[in-house]
């Protein structure tokens, strides 16, 4: 599976948007963008995924750029319950597949 | 929907004992994994199961860890002659079919290693 490269850390007001960027350069044709996240204590929570389309759900929306080789998770409004740590992890699908986390992003939503 | 359990959610053990973990995923979720998270890093993948068949073991699983998966449903990961290294959360997770990789986690169990 591809690597990803994320920020370490990132700031965010309560009630602006929140703008989570990854790169993964070396992203295979048949490979997913995912995302979830890790609020402190708990397992990690599936947000959302996408192949080369922008992808939007009832938690956030994903940006994938036309070269496939970098994302955006977006936050419309983050709240306080949305400060985790936020995992990019690209990932073939199929019986054999996994996926595999980085480090990812500290988000810390702040009034 | 009854999410993924683990139990214990905390176990406090001495060098060289035994421990065990089990885990019951959502019902319908054909799919298990295993992995391993210590302070700071992000979760480690240990080993998968599609229904009772183990498919893969990372090289992370040592001789001491072993997993089971009989007929398909709960799973339980067993950790011999415990080493103070092996102190770290212990987290799994269930996915359905053989697609898309959205895996519902548990909180996970926390092993500490005196």
């Known amino acids: 599976d591809a690597k990803t490269t994320q920020p370490p850390s990132m700031d965010c007001a309560e009630g602006r948007a929140a703008n989570l960027p990854c790169n993964h350069s070396?992203?295979?044709?048949?490979?997913?963008v995912y995302w979830y996240r890790q609020i402190h204590s708990q397992g990690p929570q599936y947000i959302i995924h996408g192949l080369k389309n922008n992808e939007t759900n009832e938690m956030a929306s994903l940006i994938i750029t036309e070269d496939r080789k970098s994302s955006t998770l977006i936050l419309p409004h983050a709240t306080l319950r949305d400060t985790a740590v936020y995992y990019c992890i690209v990932s073939a699908t199929g019986t054999a597949s996994k996926l595999t986390f980085g480090t990812g992003t500290r988000l810390q939503v702040t009034l | 929907d009854t999410g993924v359990s683990q139990d214990p959610r905390h176990k406090i053990t001495k060098r060289g004992q035994n421990v065990t973990f089990r885990c019951d995923p959502i019902s319908e979720h054909n799919r298990l994994y295993w992995y391993r998270q210590t302070l700071g890093q992000g979760p480690e993948f240990l080993t998968y199961?599609?229904?009772?068949?183990?498919?893969?073991k990372s090289r992370l699983l040592s001789d001491r860890f072993s997993a089971e998966r009989p007929k398909g449903s709960f799973s339980t990961l067993e950790i011999q002659r415990t080493e103070q290294g092996d102190s770290a959360m212990y987290l799994c997770a269930s996915g359905r079919g053989q697609g898309a990789n959205v895996l519902t986690f548990g909180a996970g169990s926390r092993l500490t290693v005196l």
């Open positions: 070396t992203i295979s044709g048949n490979e997913y």
């Open positions: 199961f599609q229904n009772e068949a183990q498919l893969e």
